[in-house]
């Protein structure tokens, strides 16, 4: 059976909100104000020159792309919702010094797009983030967390004079204490090396410098008393 086409009123005014996540959105009409991080432009990272308050000159500093999207938005204009839904899926960390405080597990995920710390530890590590930039995160069973905000420049050292300053999304009871996504990946040109024994072995490198060095991953959940691998270089 065919319909008979009849004109339509004018729709409203779309929100104006990125062309990929418009088209992302078309299957969600209850939700027009949702937009999935995945749809957000990448990532990226700027060395700094020294007019940047609090960072020295020559930092590695990584660029979140929540935080880039809202800072672009006209004033008055109300933001989307961004969301970030995945399930967490990985079994190696590292365990770098965060904040120039103390040794964290911190694991490795390619998958997420963003770097995530539980709200516990950043209290511990002395952490301030700007809670007017939030994002959510829906899990496999459409449950929603917020995110409380986002911990500017904090510096993660991973060895010796390769230190990397990271925009930190905040999370009250996630499931792990630091998570470090594609950000980390992009930006130090991580590769890793998988052992027949069943280790890895991560080798990142300093954009700034050039400099490359291979750290040993650790298997998630078994971080030394003392947050040090047995056998680690120091560099």
């Known amino acids: 059976m065919v319909k008979k086409l009849v004109p339509k009123p004018p ?3 779309e929100p104006n909100i990125p062309r990929a996540a418009a088209q992302h959105m078309v299957a969600v009409e209850k939700e027009p104000n949702k937009v999935d991080i995945g749809d957000l432009p990448g990532a990226t990272y700027f060395i700094a020159d020294g007019t940047q308050a609090g960072l020295p000159t020559g930092a590695v500093v990584h660029q979140d792309c929540v935080a880039t999207y809202l800072e672009k938005i006209p004033p008055g204009e109300k933001p989307v919702v961004v969301y970030v ?12 010094i965060i904040n120039r405080k103390d040794r964290v597990e911190t694991i490795l995920d390619s998958g997420s797009q963003i770097v995530c710390m539980a709200l516990r530890e950043a209290l511990r590590l002395g ?31 991973f060895a010796e004079g390769f230190t990397v300053y990271l925009q930190v999304h905040i999370f009250d009871k996630p499931a792990y204490t630091v998570l470090l996504g594609r ?20 080798t990142i490198r ?30």
């Open 11 to 13: 729709r409203p005014k």
């Open 85 to 96: 839904a995945r399930e967490l899926q990985v079994l190696r960390s590292l365990n770098p």
């Open 127 to 157: 952490l301030t983030w700007d809670p007017d930039i939030r994002l959510r995160m829906e899990s496999a069973n459409q449950q929603v967390n917020e995110s409380v905000g986002l911990a500017r420049n904090v510096p993660f050292t």
């Open 183 to 202: 950000p980390f990946d992009t930006l130090t040109e991580s590769t890793i090396q998988n052992l027949p024994d069943g280790s890895a072995i991560i």
């Open 206 to 235: 300093d954009p700034n410098t050039g400099r490359r060095t291979a750290l040993p991953t650790i298997e998630r959940g078994k971080m030394p008393k003392g947050g040090v691998v047995e056998g680690e270089q120091k560099f």
